[in-house]
């Protein structure tokens, strides 16, 4: 799937055959809030985010591959974007402000995550016309993986984009979770024996889950409706939703799920609508992720 992004939004998305890095660039910042759920996130800047504090400003958002050693390259992120005068003005210094989180994808023999170059060539390539697939963040993104990783099912970054109300929300989604992705309640990406889906919820009792902590799903909200920092917030605890109808399970302690949401618009939509928008796009996306 390709999509435009709104005026003044780009994303860039690098990787290698193991990994990589999404970054989601605002050109004139935003406001953006975040809500993180599962017993194991890796994230940088989550806690600036919360509705109490006192920075509005965000200049980009980094959804990163790696694991914990994947935020560095939200390092490379914000060198790119101190060259181009981007960040809050601290004394005779610029600070880029860049929330991140990452996905486990750890999953070959030797250590791949995306470097802070590959943050930093991110942010230079970056585009406002995006597509979605195994690209960026999503490069090592699998789904299922209760049997291991050898019965679990590729997936990688999605895309779902609902207009509402003369306004559009965009959800940018790396689905790498722990659980089978469903839709209309028919699994359509998950664990598998040869080219059977098991269900994970029919197995999950009688499973041996030690070796699963390979997982997480991430991902940005992007809407051009004017939101202040609370509903910021408040739109990406709704984004979960769209987790909660499309993943099984989902939000576990295998799992550090963690959603942005960033508004960089003016249009005044009514809240109610751009909740039940929000909690659409983010489905599309998920599903969007693993049609490959």
């Known amino acids: 799937m390709k999509i435009k992004l709104p005026d003044g939004v780009r994303m860039g ?6 990994t990589g890095v999404t970054a989601i660039v605002f050109d004139n910042g935003c406001v953006c809030g975040c809500d993180v759920r599962g017993g194991a996130p890796g994230t940088k800047e989550t806690a600036l985010l919360g509705s ?8 980009a958002v980094a959804l990163c591959g790696g694991s914990a050693y994947g935020l560095i390259s939200s390092c490379g992120v914000m060198r790119a974007l101190k060259e181009e005068g981007k960040g809050v003005k601290v004394m005779d210094k610029i600070v880029p402000i860049v929330p991140a989180a990452v996905i486990y ?9 995306p470097s802070e170059e590959m943050g930093y060539n991110a942010v230079k390539t970056a585009t406002n016309e995006v597509q979605s697939g195994k690209v960026g963040a999503g490069k090592g993104a699998t789904v299922g993986k209760i049997l291991g990783p050898q019965n679990c099912s590729q997936s990688g970054l999605g895309i779902g984009r609902v207009e509402i109300g003369g306004a559009e929300v965009i959800a940018v989604v790396v689905v790498n979770a722990f659980g089978d992705v469903r839709k209309d309640g028919k699994i359509v990406a998950g664990a598998k024996l040869g080219s059977e889906f098991i269900d994970t919820l029919a197995v999950l009792s009688t499973a041996d889950l030690s070796g ?3 997982n997480t799903t991430i991902g940005c909200i992007i809407t051009d409706a004017k939101l202040s920092k609370v509903q910021a917030n408040k739109l990406a605890s709704i984004a979960h939703n769209g987790l909660a109808k499309t993943i099984f399970p989902v ?5 550090g799920d963690t959603m942005f949401c960033a508004s960089v618009g003016s249009k005044d939509v009514d809240f109610i609508r751009l909740q039940v928008a929000c909690v659409a796009a983010v489905e599309a996306a998920i599903i969007d992720a693993v049609k490959l």
């Open 52 to 59: 109490e504090k006192a920075n509005e400003h965000v200049d």
């Open 212 to 214: 699963n902590g390979a």
């Open 13 to 18: 998305n690098v990787n290698d055959d193991y």
């Open 251 to 255: 939000h576990t302690d295998l799992d």
């Open 105 to 113: 994808d750890l999953n070959h023999k030797e250590y791949h995550y």
